[in-house]
């Protein structure tokens, strides 16, 4: 089988790929890294009034020709009262977000000026400034016109869009259900760490790494996971486990066995159970991946089978499963963005595959290569923060550029 090429590979992931319709109204104060199904507008300007940016004195500019003039107090207006119009010739004293009396043209920070007394006891200040017209006013709708657009639809809310979305409001978004995602791993060798302690691990058998690794990934890619264990490496196993995961889960996720060896069960598991494509794809670490679809009664569910090795899966699905998830959320924009940095280290010995190094910015603002890129070594991710694109038959030269892709564009 001739090897298919990252980018065919993940163009069919994507095609194949149905976004979620069903959608939920959930609270704004529980929304964060959710999908937004609908665009939201304001229904209001923000601020909504003209209002003070600063603790200070709100007067006339054409009452402060020079330094040093001093004004009678006519009114205190702190936040969340509103005050009357400035009778002219005179300041009020005025705090951050509190509306800017009507005749008032500008507000004078409290550092510029001084306040006293006369004899009979009343308050004036001592403007040390010439203010210029609209100085430290935040004008009425400044931030948010009433009407315009606040968020798209496909939107992954992080903080400060449920933050924006208060600021006008929306109590409630109308968001896209989770994505539900059934993994299980399959390997007679398997054992959990709660269950067999260090000291009494039978000899070939090996910690189910890739259990905590890939539900760490989907949980942080906000999809309701159902844990299905570690599945026997027989084929009636491999297919009971198939046909449950397929009711109730959109994508059943599996890590093993989608090689062609007499222990790899999960290719005809699935081959007897629904459909199956099966690719060597031109990566590294990486290259076999299983895509198809498992049925069971009502029950269908997409199925996308990674590799064994953890380093292996963990690029397989950040690189091309994850592009899959976000499109089925209903999230717009799938893809990661890639940075151009300096590599800090030489790659003389080119690779007929596309080959995603595990590499961490230095001080200098250059990247440090992990000095094992083996598929086994899960070390080189835990330290790395992204992984460098690099392309087949492409040496790398430090101090050369090379397409950086940051964890934070490749795990949320």
């Known amino acids: 089988m001739s090897l298919l090429s990252f980018d065919l590979a993940l163009a069919q992931l994507l095609a194949g790929a149905q976004p979620l319709t069903d959608i939920e109204s959930v609270s704004t104060m529980d929304a964060a890294g959710r999908v937004l199904a609908v665009a939201q507008t304001s229904a209001m300007n923000v601020p909504s009034l003209d209002n003070s940016a600063m603790d200070g004195y709100a007067l006339r500019c054409a009452d402060v020709p020079v330094a040093g003039t001093r004004l009678p107090l006519s009114q205190r207006i702190p936040a969340g ?75 992954r809310l992080a903080p400060s869009h449920l933050g924006l979305a208060a600021s006008v409001g929306i109590a409630a978004l109308p968001l896209f259900r989770r994505l539900r995602v059934a993994l299980f791993s399959t390997g007679d060798e398997l054992v959990m760490p709660s269950e067999v302690p260090v000291a009494e691990l039978p000899p070939g058998a090996i910690y189910n790494s890739n259990r905590y690794l890939l539900r760490g990934l989907l949980q942080q890619l906000g999809c309701e996971v159902g844990d299905l264990g570690i599945v026997p490496d027989n084929l009636p196993a491999t297919r009971a486990a198939l046909r449950e995961a397929a009711v109730g889960h959109d994508l059943i996720l599996t890590c093993g066995g989608v090689s062609v060896g007499e222990e790899d069960h999960v290719k005809p598991a699935v081959q007897a159970e629904g459909e199956l494509a099966l690719w060597k794809i031109a990566i590294k670490p990486g290259k076999p991946l299983a895509f198809g679809h498992v049925r069971s009664g009502a029950g269908r569910a997409a199925f996308i089978g990674l590799p064994g090795n953890p380093v292996s899966s963990f690029v397989t699905f950040v690189t091309l499963v994850r592009p899959y998830i976000l499109k089925a959320q209903g999230v717009a924009r799938q893809l990661p963005t890639a940075l151009p940095l300096r590599a800090d280290f030489d790659l003389v010995r080119p690779e007929t595959r596309r080959e995603f190094l595990r590499v961490r910015r230095n001080r200098t603002g250059g990247l440090d290569l992990y000095p094992n890129q083996g598929s086994g070594v899960l070390t080189s991710v835990a330290w790395a923060d992204g992984l460098v694109d690099n392309l087949p038959g492409q040496i790398i030269r430090r101090g050369g550029m090379v397409s950086f892709l940051p964890f934070s564009e490749l795990l949320y």
């Open 81 to 155: 009262s509103v005050g009357h119009s400035l009778a002219p010739g005179s300041a009020a004293r005025i705090f951050t977000g509190a509306p800017v009396p009507p005749g008032a043209d500008a507000v004078v920070m409290q550092e510029m000026c001084d306040s006293d007394s006369d004899a009979g006891g009343a308050s004036h200040v001592i403007v040390k400034h010439v203010p210029q017209r609209g100085e430290s006013i935040r004008r009425a709708g400044e931030d948010i016109r009433a009407g315009v657009e606040i968020l798209s639809a496909g939107t």
